[in-house]
């Protein structure tokens, strides 16, 4: 296999999001990687050299095979996940089962083609078979089976799991991870509408591990060409390897609603096993048409058996299973239209254990009846912009999504043609923090609308704020979702470094001798290409060293040298080889309850440094941050005045210099603000202008 091929997987695999926080796992991965062509000559001591350098004496062997089979199960849930479609797979053969003659050991790291069409055992995991003879295969798997009989040998070679799927003709195919077909089914009465298996022919099939042990079953909701009798869509459910286990009907005959009632299924999601409850399926379903509502949120065991489930007045047609609140247990998000709130769009969570009731309605003929009570954790109902309420009978909220923690989703203004998304985003504590038209379609379509005419006018600042009401009817402390301003030193950077502010709006940049002392700011940006060609440096030239102390920023993709660790987007501050600490400055632009959370990331190869955040003169948070990748995280909650300053300050310790800094500080906005839009479109809490502003001397960014 080409060498640089190889390369290349390692560093993918060095500089993914699974790996992100595994420094340990990164270190000994590349020295595998470095002894590949030599992996006889490597012995464990040699690798508690390189991993534990100050602990040769007290590290044994049995700790290395620890590591490797962290590193192995790493590797494996790396090609899981961000790693599906990488054309090289990087594994570690057991070790610990020696040849048949037991002199020949198996290599520590192996690199194999995955796409490989004549080579079978190139989708195998733990074995190389290749690369042995065929004598020697034969003995240890012979030796292999006599001790562990059939058990390990099904897991030495697992078959090919069920990765995607598509609809040919009348036949449903289902295809491995590599894309070859692993077997299909016929469906004499074909599939249809187009409408319900939309553009992309991979929808409405789900792949989930419904047992638990790596066993991929697919889940396709079955509905057929249209015909002069109307059908519900069916649920099927096969095993890995096609076999068909079981099948589910959506919807349920109800008094409100006239018969015959079809019913279709739109999405699928897994909650996950716990202490208490085994794994569960959970199905979103709604009646035909979609719009009208109302939906089923049905939670099934893995058997395809109904246990409980949730009514919905409205049409849903988004649903995700997603741990929102970040405690480790799975919560269902729907969206879709509340009918009877006005038609608006609407967002829905339920508690993974409270799957039951019927949405409580204000309009009567909206309320089912016969059921339990409601148990929604979370009720939103989304403004209605006057194009929507003008030209259309609702807007609807689709894909929410979770990501960093935060909650997105998108409310479609328009319907014909469909689109015109405002974006919204909720942080961690169901804060909305932004609330925006996605792109030019609303403003265009907007502009089109009321160009004539008495209700001629353009969008503007004001009817942007009115995204900014969205009502919680269950969930939240006051009637609208609670707003708040939010500040992160990245996304901000690059604008200050452009015009060369400092202070940049809320941030300035700086240098100082100890964590309380003066700061210096600095007075000169440059892009001196040490970190990369894309670091946008801020220094001073009067103490500058090789590009330290400093503060700087990633506008490129992720940079490693092999002595830099620096991820896109992202900032980084470079402790002084002079001895200065190198500082992010945050000046508060209002008096309030500020959140502050984030990390400090070894982002240096050999990194020594003390960082601590220092708020109006007082140390709140000190750590140090000893190899590339560790975190130091901090969640601190803050009473500021206008004016008062948080520092996020790097000092040299013993080793390099260069230490990321990632925060993001939110106020929530007082009930008695009338949150409004920057200029840049971020949320301000209140229109009066910040006291703050007053004491920077250029004030870039946050104009009112
Ligand atoms: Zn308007």
Redesign the pocket.
């Known amino acids: 296999m080409d060498p640089g091929a190889i390369h290349e997987q390692i560093d993918r695999i060095l500089h993914s999001q699974s790996f992100a926080n595994k420094g340990q796992l990164r270190k000994l991965l590349e020295v595998l990687y470095t002894n590949m062509q030599s992996h006889a000559a490597l012995k464990p001591d040699q690798v508690i050299k390189e991993l534990w350098p100050a602990e040769t004496k007290t590290k044994r062997p049995a700790d290395v095979a620890t590591e490797m089979n962290r590193l192995r199960h790493a590797l494996r849930s790396y090609y899981e996940s961000e790693g599906d479609g990488d054309p090289i797979t990087i594994y570690l053969p057991n070790r610990g089962v020696t040849a048949g003659d037991g002199t020949r050991q198996r290599p520590w790291i192996v690199a194999k083609t995955r796409l490989d069409p004549e080579d079978e055992a190139g989708r195998s995991w733990h074995v190389d078979l290749r690369s042995w003879p065929q004598l020697v295969l034969v003995a240890a798997l012979a030796t292999v089976f006599a001790f562990t009989g059939h058990f390990l040998l099904s897991m030495l070679l697992p078959s090919p799991q069920p990765r995607m799927g598509r609809l040919d003709g009348t036949r449903l195919r289902i295809m491995g991870a590599d894309g070859k077909e692993l077997w299909s089914k016929e469906f004499a009465q074909g599939f249809g509408p187009d409408s319900y298996y939309e553009k992309d022919n991979g929808t409405r099939i789900w792949f989930l591990d419904l047992e638990g042990k790596g066993h991929t079953s697919v889940l396709f909701s079955y509905l057929p060409t249209p015909d002069a009798q109307p059908h519900s869509s069916t649920l099927i459910c096969y095993s890995d390897r096609g076999k068909e286990k079981w099948r589910w009907t959506p919807g349920s005959k109800l008094p409100e609603i006239d018969e015959p009632a079809t019913y279709r299924t739109f999405a699928v999601g897994l909650l996950r096993a716990t202490e208490k409850r085994p794994l569960r399926i959970v199905v979103l379903s709604n009646l035909d048409p979609w719009w009208g509502g109302p939906s089923q949120i049905a939670a099934l065991d893995s058997k395809g058996k109904t246990l409980s489930e949730y009514w919905h007045s409205g049409g849903f047609h988004d649903m995700v299973v997603v741990d929102l609140y970040g405690d480790g247990k799975d919560e269902i998000v729907a969206s879709g239209i509340a009918h009877g709130y006005d038609a608006r769009a609407t967002l829905v969570v339920l508690d993974a254990d409270r799957v039951s009731g019927a949405s409580k309605e204000v309009q009567p003929e909206y309320q089912l009846h016969g059921m339990a009570t409601d148990q929604e954790r979370l009720r939103l109902l989304f403004p209605r912009?006057?194009?929507n309420r003008a030209a259309f009978r609702y807007n609807s909220a689709i894909e929410p999504a979770v990501q960093h923690g935060d909650l997105r989703l998108s409310v479609l203004e328009c319907l014909a043609p469909v689109g015109c998304p405002v974006r919204y985003e909720f942080d961690k504590n169901l804060h909305l923090i932004a609330a925006h038209p996605g792109n030019q379609e609303f403003e265009n379509a907007?502009g089109r609308f009321?160009k004539n005419g008495k209700d001629a006018?353009s969008?503007g600042a004001e009817?942007q704020a009115a995204f900014l009401k969205v009502r919680c009817l269950v969930g939240c402390p006051s009637e609208f979702v609670p707003v708040a301003e939010t500040y992160d030193p990245a996304a901000s950077f690059e604008k200050g470094w452009t015009t060369h502010s400092n202070p940049n709006g809320v941030w300035s940049y700086g240098y100082s001798s100890g964590f309380t002392d003066a700061i210096t700011l600095y007075d000169r940006t440059v892009r001196n290409g040490i970190n990369g060609p894309n670091a946008q440096y801020w220094i001073s030239p009067a103490v500058n060293r090789g590009g330290s102390p400093s503060a700087e920023y990633n506008g490129g993709p992720a940079f490693n040298d092999g002595n830099v660790d620096f991820p896109a987007e992202r900032l980084v501050l470079v402790a002084g080889i002079g001895g200065q600490y190198s500082d992010l400055v945050f000046t508060a632009p209002g008096s309030g309850q500020y959140s502050i959370e984030g990390n400090f990331r070894g982002a240096q190869y050999g990194v020594g440094t003390f960082v601590g955040i220092v708020a109006d003169g007082r140390v709140v948070f000190r750590s140090r941050i000893t190899s590339v990748g560790q975190l130091a995280p901090f969640r601190i909650t803050l009473d500021l005045d206008a004016g008062s300053k948080v520092v996020f300050s790097v000092g040299p310790d013993r080793g390099r210099q260069n230490t990321g800094i990632s925060a993001t500080i939110t106020k929530p906005c007082a009930l008695t603000d009338k949150p409004s839009f920057t200029s840049a479109g971020e949320i301000a809490c209140s229109t009066s202008a910040p006291a703050a502003r007053t004491s920077l001397k250029s004030a870039a960014g946050r104009t009112p």
Request: aromatic share 24%.
């Open positions: 912009s006057d194009l907007h009321y006018h969008f009817e």
